[in-house]
């Protein structure tokens, strides 16, 4: 038995052009999948970028 599910292909308004350009091919190629540009994807910059070291408060 086969299951039918649209499909969404979600992108953000930040993301770089080649992602963007990516999500539109995919809705245009792939059948029952939407476009869904989005001002933001609710994922934290802080996520998206590596995290920073440290430095450390001790002294020596």
């Known amino acids: 038995m086969a299951v039918a599910a649209g499909r ?3 992108v953000d308004a930040d993301d770089l052009v080649y ?6 091919d995919l809705a245009d190629r792939l059948s029952d999948t939407r476009h869904l540009p989005l001002p933001w994807t609710g994922t934290s910059r802080a996520l998206n970028a590596p995290p920073r070291p440290r430095r450390s408060s001790r002294t020596t």
């Open 8 to 10: 969404k292909a979600l």
């Open 19 to 24: 992602f963007q350009q990516v999500a539109t």
